[in-house]
C-alpha cells in the first residue's frame, strides 16, 4: 500500500510512503520538465520525496512549469491517490491516480471568467493616480523572458538601474532578470502594474483589455522581420482586420529591425502617423558580441562539436511542431549536433524532441543565446532567417510543404526561393547533400544582398540606441 501527500515550505514535494518492495526509482515526467525522487528505507517501508521544484538550463530552483505530470514508479504499482487541487507556495498542485497537475499560484477566486471580468473591471476603473517610474515588460505572452524585451531590460539596468521593472509570466517557473519583479499573468498584482507602470515594452499583442492612461506609453518592439503576411496583408474578415487595427492603435512606438521591416509592419497593422524606429533588434546584439561558449557548456556541448540548429516556424494548421525531419537522422548523417528549437507557440502543447545527439530547445529562455552555439541554421519560414545571418554563418531552407504553407496557410512579402542566402531544399537527403556539399563562395554574393537588406542596423549596439531614445524621451526617467 502506498500514500500520497503534498509537502509545503521551502521545498514542495510530492511524498510517497510504501510498505513492500521498494521501487528503483520515482519519478515525476512531464512534456517538458521531470524530476527524479530521492528514496530512503529498505526494511518494511519506503519513503520518496519527489520535489516540485526543477533547476533549468543551469538557471535556479524554481516551481514546475505549468502543466500535467505523470507519476513514474519504476518496480512498484502507481498509487490511486486523489489530492484537489492545492496552494502550495508558488504553485498549485493536485493528484488523480498517476496525474499530478501543476497550476500557476493564481488565487481560485480570480480564475474564474467572473474573477477576471471584476479585476478587469477594477482595472478600468481605477482612480486617476502618479504613474510608476516602472517598465512592464512581456514576452511571448509571459511565456519566457526573452527576445527584445528582455535585451532591452538588460540594457535599461546599466543607465536606469532605480527604474522598477516588473516581468508578466504565466508562472514562476519562468526565471526573470536579476532585481526584477515577477506578476504572474491574471494575478491581481499583474493588473495592477500593467496600470501603473509608465512604459510598457512588449513583442506580441497585448490581448486583453488595456486601456492606457496619461502619460503611459507602450514600446512594441515585435518579435521578428515578416516573410510571411501579416494581420490586414492577410485578407482577413473584417471583424479580425477590425481587431488588428484596435491593437496597433494601442501602441505609441513600433520598433523595426530594417526598412523592409517597417514598411511591411506598418502596412499590415495601419501603423499610421506614428514612430518606428527603425534600430535593429536588441536581441540580435549577443549574435555579434557573444561567442556561444557559455550555451555550449549548460547545453554539454563540446568547444569542438559541429552544431546544427533546426528552428521551423509555426503552423496556422496544428499546435505542435512540424514533424517533417528526422533530427535524430540528420544527427547521424552529418556527424553534429542538433538543436531543435520550435517556436514560442509550440512551446506549451507538445514535447521535447529526443534522441542521440539531439538536444531540444524550445524550452531554453532565448533563442538569441542558443544561435550564438550554431554553426549553421536550418529553417523554414521563421523570421529567424533574418536573425541568424547576423553571424554570416551558413543558412539552409528545409520547406518540404511550401505550396500548401504559401499557397494555404501563408502568402510570401517576396519570393524566398529567388533572394534565399542558402539552399532551399524539399527532402531530407536533399538537406543532407546540401549541408555536406556547401560552398560559401557559391552563396557570398545573394548572402552579402541579404545582409545589406536586412541586417544593417544589426551591429551590436541596437538595445543602446533603443534605450537611449527611452530616456531621452521621458519614457522613464533615469
Given amino acids: 500500500m502506498t500514500e500520497v501527500r503534498l509537502e509545503g515550505g521551502d521545498a514542495p514535494a510530492l511524498v510517497l510512503t510504501g510498505t513492500g518492495a521498494r521501487p528503483r526509482s520515482v519519478q515525476l515526467v512531464g512534456a517538458r520538465a521531470r524530476t527524479d525522487g530521492q528514496l530512503t528505507g529498505r526494511g518494511k517501508t519506503w519513503r520518496a520525496v519527489v520535489p516540485l521544484r526543477a533547476a533549468r538550463w543551469g538557471g535556479p530552483l524554481l516551481p514546475l512549469p505549468t502543466g500535467d505530470y505523470t507519476l513514474v ?12 487541487l492545492t496552494m502550495l507556495g508558488a504553485l498549485r498542485v493536485g493528484v488523480e491516480a498517476g496525474t499530478v ?16 471580468a471584476a479585476l478587469e473591471r477594477r482595472y478600468v476603473t481605477r482612480p486617476k493616480a502618479t504613474l510608476e517610474n516602472a517598465v512592464f515588460f512581456e514576452s511571448f505572452y509571459g511565456r519566457n523572458v526573452s527576445d527584445n524585451p528582455l535585451a532591452i531590460d538588460r540594457e535599461l539596468v546599466r543607465h536606469a538601474p532605480h527604474v522598477t521593472r516588473y516581468w508578466s ?63 490586414l496583408h492577410r485578407g482577413l474578415a473584417p471583424r479580425r482586420m477590425a481587431a488588428a487595427l484596435r491593437e496597433s492603435a494601442r501602441w505609441n512606438v513600433l520598433l523595426a529591425q530594417n526598412p523592409y521591416g517597417a514598411k511591411a509592419l506598418r502596412g499590415a497593422y495601419g501603423f499610421r502617423r506614428r514612430p518606428i524606429w527603425v534600430e535593429g533588434y536588441p536581441r540580435n546584439d549577443v549574435l555579434v558580441t557573444g561567442d556561444g561558449r557559455a550555451t555550449r557548456k ?36 552529418t556527424g553534429a549536433v542538433v538543436l531543435v528549437r520550435g517556436h514560442s507557440r509550440t512551446l506549451l502543447p507538445g514535447q521535447d524532441a529526443a534522441g542521440s545527439r539531439v538536444i531540444d530547445v524550445t524550452g531554453f529562455p532565448d533563442a538569441a543565446e542558443v544561435m550564438t552555439t550554431a554553426d549553421a541554421l536550418v ?27 504559401r499557397g494555404r496557410l501563408r502568402d510570401f512579402y517576396f519570393d524566398l526561393e529567388a533572394h534565399a542566402p542558402g539552399p532551399l ?16 563562395a557559391e552563396w557570398a554574393e545573394r548572402y552579402a544582398r541579404w545582409r545589406e537588406a536586412f541586417n544593417a542596423r544589426d551591429d551590436g549596439h541596437a538595445a543602446e540606441r533603443v534605450v537611449a531614445r527611452i530616456l531621452d524621451q521621458g519614457f522613464v526617467e533615469r
Fill in 73 to 84: 514508479l519504476d518496480g512498484a504499482d502507481v498509487p490511486a491517490a486523489s489530492i484537489p
Fill in 101 to 116: 497537475s501543476v497550476g500557476a499560484p493564481l488565487d481560485p477566486a480570480y480564475e474564474s471568467w467572473e474573477g477576471q
Fill in 169 to 231: 509570466v504565466v508562472d514562476l517557473s519562468i526565471s526573470i532578470p536579476d532585481g526584477a519583479v515577477a506578476v504572474v499573468e491574471g494575478s491581481p498584482e499583474w493588473w495592477r502594474a500593467r496600470g501603473a507602470a509608465r512604459l510598457l515594452v512588449v513583442n506580441d499583442w497585448l490581448r486583453r483589455r488595456f486601456e492606457r492612461r496619461g502619460g503611459q506609453r507602450v514600446l512594441q518592439t515585435w518579435h521578428g522581420t515578416p516573410l510571411k503576411r501579416l494581420a
Fill in 298 to 333: 549548460l547545453l554539454g556541448i563540446g568547444a569542438d562539436e559541429r552544431v546544427l540548429l533546426y528552428a521551423p516556424t509555426w503552423r496556422d494548421d496544428r499546435e505542435e511542431i512540424v514533424d517533417f525531419l528526422d533530427a535524430e537522422e540528420l544527427a547521424r548523417q
Fill in 379 to 405: 529553417t523554414d519560414y521563421s523570421s529567424v532567417m533574418f536573425d541568424f545571418t547576423v553571424t554570416g554563418r551558413p543558412i539552409f531552407f528545409f520547406t518540404p510543404d511550401m505550396e500548401h504553407y
Fill in 425 to 440: 531544399v524539399r527532402t531530407q537527403d536533399e538537406l543532407i547533400a546540401a549541408i555536406r556539399g556547401y560552398d560559401a
